[in-house]
Structures are given as C-alpha cells and as structure tokens.
C-alpha cells in the first residue's frame, strides 16, 4: 500500500512539472520608448470684410536616459489683421534633470520668450532648482518644482535691458485618459528678489481628444500675467498686465 502512495506521488510530480514545462512563456511587456515627440498645429483664416489669419506652432521632444533626461520646447504663434500684424509670440526652452532619488530630480532649465504686442522684445531666463513627482502612475502624473535664477529683459522702446535675480515655482498635471488623450495643467510664479513687484504667472489648460493612435484634437489656453508691465513707447500708458490666448489644432505624437 505504501509503495502505491509513493508511486502515485511520484507520477503526480512528474506530470506535473511536464505541464509546467509545457506551460507558454508569459509574453515580456513591450518596453516603453525612450524619447517622445509631441508636434501641434492650427490655422484661423477668414476673408471678406475683414482679413484675418492667425498660425499657431508647437512641439516638444523629450529623451530619457537611465539617470537624467533631457527635454526641448518650442512654439510660434503669428496673427495679421488686414495686413497688419496683431499677435506674436514666440518661446523656447531647454531643461536637464538629474535623478537624486527615485521621485527627487535637480534641473537645470533656460527658457526664452519674444512677446511684442505685450511689449516684451526679448525675455532669457536661466534656472537652477528641484522637482519632485508626487505623483506617477499609468493615469496620473504630478510633478512640482522650486528654484532660482536669473532674468533678462529688453522692452519695446527701451535701450537698456533689465536684469533680476528671480525664484519660481511651477507644477505640471496631467491626466492620461489613453496615450495620445489627456488633460494637462501647468502654472509657473515667478517672484522677482530683485524688483519685488515685478513678478510674472503663466498657466495653460490643454484637452486632447484623439482621432487616431497618434494624431488628436488639441484645445488649449495659456494666460501670461505680468504685475509691472513697461510703459508704451512715447507714452505714460503702460501695457496690459494680462494676456490670454485660445488654440485649437491638430496634435502628432510619436
């Protein structure tokens, strides 16, 4: 009776480890690429009585490596009104972050902006600083930041160019609703040591909805507040505090 048990025992390990043998390999998860490339697009034209085309660019490109990652932006946005021009902005940035933990990052970020219309010839600002990600997962992603720097402004009509030492401090949501359709927020205070009222704010709400994997509908609308606006050129009017800016286009991911 004992040899039996044991008998039965022992063709029961063995069909066993035979089925795991045979068991398929469980498929490895697809690994999720390095870089991203983000390009968007939208065009306003009418005729008739008025004249009137606005073209609004945009792209970012981001590359991760193991401890430090590298990410660009870039956008341009150009408005005529019959003939004569009425809105420009453009803006580029650079930014590197170093991993100190696994949510603790150190960046290193230059920035630069052209905003005439709000009589801004040349904006560089050049920070130093952290970032820490609250929060980071497959939907959700919370990212805030605190550093100082540097800024270096030239207005319209004014010969010398400003500089102040600046602090800021920025977040950046987004949720994922599938990879190329989200909601973002990002909002940036920038305090001025140097001239106490001079301090700027910028914030952008986008919504994507998708069309296909990689192209969407992109919505979105950025305010720019500056609280000490220079004067306009052979006046004692100075500019608006506030600018605020709607697009609507077509998004590319990669």
Aim: net charge positive; charged share 15%.
């Amino acid at each position: 009776m004992m040899c039996r048990i044991v008998r039965v025992v022992t063709l029961s390990i063995v069909a066993g480890g035979a089925v795991v043998a045979q068991a398929p390999a469980a498929a490895p998860e697809a690994k999720k690429a390095p870089y991203e490339f983000v390009a968007d697009f939208s065009l306003a034209s009418s005729q008739g009585n008025q004249e009137v085309t606005t073209v609004a660019l945009g792209q970012r490109y981001s590359y991760a490596f193991p401890s430090w990652k590298f990410s660009q932006v870039a956008s341009a946005l150009r408005g005529t009104a019959n003939g004569v021009k009425n809105a420009e902005l453009y803006q580029a940035g650079l930014r590197a972050d170093r991993n100190v933990t696994k949510k603790l990052t150190a960046y290193l970020s230059v920035d630069g902006l052209r905003n005439t219309p709000a009589g801004l010839n040349s904006q560089f600002a050049e920070a130093a600083g952290l970032a820490y990600q609250f929060l980071d997962t497959d939907m959700d992603k919370l990212q805030l930041s605190l550093g100082l720097g540097s800024l270096q402004r030239s207005f319209v009509g004014v010969p010398d160019r400003q500089n102040d030492f600046v602090g800021n401090a920025a977040g950046t949501y987004r949720h994922l609703f599938s990879r190329v359709s989200y909601f973002e927020q990002t909002a940036g205070f920038t305090p001025n040591f140097t001239t106490s009222d001079a301090w700027l704010f910028a914030t952008k709400s986008a919504v994507v909805a998708p069309l296909s994997s990689k192209i969407g509908i992109k919505v979105a609308y950025l305010i720019n507040f500056n609280n000490a606006p220079p004067l306009r050129p052979a006046s004692t009017e100075r500019f608006k505090k506030f600018d605020g800016l709607l697009t609507t286009g077509v998004q590319f991911t990669y």
